[in-house]
């Protein structure tokens, strides 16, 4: 089984930034893609980014696109994600997610593992 470890999150002020980290444990194992969702409170868990590990290829939503920075550590296994800009929309639980085969990125489906979680709070 492969574990994934969300890390980085936190309260700050809207302009700031934080960074993100997803650490992997368990068996070894080659992601095809790997990501980022967020849940908002009271709204729907909704795609953000990923990279395609190959590739290194990376992949944003739109209101995202310019702000936040997707990579990868090919050694560690691990995925980041570099957030500049934050505004209180970007509030939510963070989660790490790993698949294994090709599928649509912005489909949750598409992803095998799922980490716990790291909650983001961005104050006005």
């Known amino acids: 089984q492969v574990q994934l470890v969300e890390s980085g999150g936190g309260l700050v002020q809207a302009g700031r930034s934080l960074r993100l980290s997803c650490a992997t444990s368990?068996?070894?194992?080659?992601?095809?893609?790997m990501g980022w969702f967020r849940q908002a409170p009271g709204k729907e868990r909704e795609f953000v980014s990923a990279?395609?590990?190959?590739?290194?290829?990376?992949y944003y939503v739109d209101f995202v696109k310019g702000r936040f920075t997707i990579s990868r550590d090919n050694v560690r296994k691990s995925l980041y994600l570099q957030m500049n800009s934050l505004s209180p929309d970007d509030t939510g639980v963070y989660y790490c997610v790993a698949a294994l085969g090709p599928g649509g990125l912005r489909d949750a489906s598409t992803y095998d593992y799922w980490g716990q979680g790291t909650q983001v709070t961005v104050s006005s």
């Open positions: 368990g068996r070894t194992f080659s992601p095809y893609v």
């Open positions: 990279i395609n590990w190959g590739l290194c290829t990376g």
